[in-house]
């Protein structure tokens, strides 16, 4: 009588064979598929970190890579080199190989010479034998194996001339991108150059090119500022003939209107004037203020004190 039993073949296969079947230390491959290029790590033989003096200076360098093809998973070093023959080569080979390598430097380039192994890469099915009384069978093992074999050298001195065109397209990036914010700060920030308060005169002496926040001030002071058409109640027409004590009038120039100054004598008050900065003898508006609203205005530029105002009348 025949007496069966279930015979499990690395964890993940069943087949039914008789009691006598063992598991032999024979391997092969069943198939292999190409997965592509794989590296070790890179080595620098020569370099060159000062700059090449002249155009065509040359960097060059005897290069040794020490080798070792590999396979992965838990299998004894005689299993390994059993492989060889359904594999196509040995996966426990480990070696070096050694060459020349040069490359032509243009004056100040720098550069590194570095190398690595290449190794192709397989991954396989592998095949384990069992045999019995009467019994010869090849099953498959379960999981995939991963196979390096040493190909060729591979150098990097290409990808450091990359590495320098990235470095300066970073760079050039980098202003491209200063300047655009700059030009939507002038855009949308600051406004136009009519905005800015162009021009002061004090007892004198023109003031020119102030500043963004000093022109917004007294832009806004002024907007505060009733102004009419005529002469306020109260004020007469200048008098030309009249002499004068003070300094010369107090004249602020901001968005092409010529704002002047003027102590009122029966009064505080200061009265405002407001013209065309092209034709200022032409006088738009009138605006009648106190003197602490003058001296708000005054702070905002150079500051002139109310009693060096020049008259009206």
Same mark, same amino acid.
């Given at each position: 009588?025949?007496?069966?039993?279930?015979?499990?073949?690395?964890?993940?296969?069943?087949?039914?064979?008789?009691?006598?079947?063992?598991?032999?230390?024979? /391997?092969?491959? %069943?198939?292999? %598929?190409? &997965?592509? +290029?794989?590296?070790?790590?890179?080595?620098?033989?020569?370099?060159?970190?000062?700059?090449?003096?002249?155009?065509?200076?040359?960097?060059?360098?005897?290069?040794?890579?020490?080798? @070792?093809?590999?396979?992965?998973?838990?299998?004894?070093?005689?299993?390994?080199?059993?492989?060889?023959?359904?594999?196509?080569?040995?996966?426990?080979?480990?070696?070096?190989?050694?060459?020349?390598?040069?490359?032509?430097?243009?004056?100040?380039?720098?550069?590194?010479? %570095?190398?690595?192994? *290449?190794?192709?890469?397989?991954?396989?099915?592998?095949?384990?034998?069992?045999?019995?009384?009467?019994? /010869?069978?090849?099953?498959?093992?379960?999981?995939?194996?991963?196979?390096?074999?040493?190909?060729? &050298?591979?150098?990097?001195?290409?990808?450091?001339?990359?590495?320098?065109?990235?470095?300066?397209?970073?760079?050039?990036?980098?202003?491209?991108?200063?300047?655009?914010?700059?030009?939507?700060?002038?855009?949308?920030?600051?406004?136009?150059?009519?905005?800015?308060?162009?021009?002061?005169?004090?007892?004198?002496?023109?003031?020119?090119?102030?500043?963004?926040?000093?022109?917004?001030?007294?832009?806004?002071?002024?907007?505060?500022?009733?102004?009419?058409?005529?002469?306020?109640?109260?004020?007469?027409?200048?008098?030309?003939?009249?002499?004068? /004590?003070?300094?010369?009038?107090?004249?602020?120039?901001?968005?092409?209107?010529?704002?002047?100054?003027?102590?009122?004598?029966?009064?505080?008050?200061?009265?405002?004037?407001?013209?065309?900065?092209?034709?200022?003898?032409?006088?738009?508006?009138?605006?009648?203020?106190?003197?602490? @609203?003058?001296?708000?205005? *005054?702070?905002?530029?150079?500051?002139?004190?109310?009693?060096? +105002?020049?008259?009206?009348?």
């Amino acid at each position: 009588m025949l007496f069966c039993n279930f015979i499990k073949v690395n964890a993940a296969d069943t087949f039914e064979l008789g009691d006598d079947v063992v598991a032999t230390s024979a /391997y092969r491959v %069943k198939s292999k %598929k190409y &997965i592509g +290029l794989t590296y070790g790590s890179f080595k620098t033989f020569a370099s060159n970190v000062s700059g090449a003096k002249t155009d065509n200076e040359k960097l060059s360098t005897t290069i040794s890579i020490s080798y @070792s093809n590999s396979i992965s998973g838990n299998l004894s070093l005689s299993i390994k080199k059993n492989l060889k023959a359904t594999m196509g080569f040995d996966v426990t080979k480990s070696s070096a190989v050694s060459t020349e390598y040069s490359i032509n430097l243009k004056k100040g380039q720098k550069c590194k010479i %570095k190398a690595r192994p *290449a190794y192709y890469t397989y991954n396989c099915k592998l095949e384990r034998l069992y045999t019995g009384k009467g019994i /010869y069978i090849w099953r498959e093992v379960s999981g995939t194996y991963t196979v390096k074999n040493y190909s060729h &050298i591979d150098f990097e001195d290409k990808l450091l001339i990359i590495k320098e065109i990235i470095w300066n397209l970073k760079k050039t990036i980098v202003t491209i991108i200063v300047c655009l914010l700059i030009a939507v700060v002038a855009v949308f920030v600051v406004p136009s150059s009519n905005s800015y308060l162009l021009e002061v005169t004090a007892s004198g002496e023109k003031k020119k090119g102030y500043s963004l926040y000093k022109s917004t001030s007294i832009s806004n002071k002024l907007k505060d500022v009733d102004f009419v058409d005529h002469l306020p109640d109260g004020i007469q027409k200048y008098d030309e003939s009249k002499m004068r /004590y003070g300094s010369p009038s107090y004249t602020v120039v901001l968005k092409g209107n010529a704002y002047r100054f003027y102590r009122i004598s029966n009064s505080s008050d200061v009265l405002v004037t407001k013209s065309n900065k092209s034709d200022d003898s032409k006088i738009k508006e009138y605006a009648r203020v106190n003197k602490d @609203s003058f001296k708000k205005l *005054a702070s905002s530029t150079n500051y002139v004190d109310y009693d060096q +105002l020049d008259y009206w009348n």
